[in-house]
């Protein structure tokens, strides 16, 4: 199974800037290709919202609620997907977690969801 580990979370001020990197590992010796990365945020007593993903050959899709805002990004050759957060607001508060689904390692293709173990996002003065 495909590995996610987020760094980049941390408390930032209401107006500030944050940029959130995941990496997908598998296996040693293994390849690793993913059809959909992204990000998903929960905070406490709330479900689990998507916030942004992109597909391997471009294709991204937004919350409303970050549109303008937020911005994915990937880079195949590193299996890494990144979220750069402006205009950052205290509802941003969450836990972010990291999403890959439709994962090759090696041969075997596994459709389900990969989750990171998240990363605390803090917006407050």
């Known amino acids: 199974q495909v590995q996610l580990v987020e760094s980049g979370g941390g408390l930032v001020q209401p107006g500030g800037s944050l940029r959130l990197a995941c990496t997908a590992s598998?296996?040693?010796?293994?390849?690793?290709?993913?059809?959909?990365m992204g990000w998903y945020r929960q905070a406490p007593g709330k479900q689990r919202d998507l916030v942004a993903v992109k597909t391997r050959t471009g294709s991204t899709n937004y919350a409303d609620s970050v549109k303008g805002r937020f911005t994915i990004s990937r880079d195949n050759a590193k299996n890494t997907v990144y979220l750069q957060m402006n205009s950052l607001i205290p509802e941003d508060t969450a836990v972010y977690f990291c999403?890959?689904?439709?994962?090759?390692?090696?041969?075997?293709?596994?459709?389900?969801?990969?989750w990171g173990q998240g990363t605390q996002v803090t917006v407050s003065a």
């Open positions: 598998g296996a040693s010796g293994s390849s690793v290709s993913i059809n959909v």
């Open positions: 999403y890959a689904a439709g994962t090759t390692i090696g041969s075997y293709f596994d459709p389900n969801a990969d």
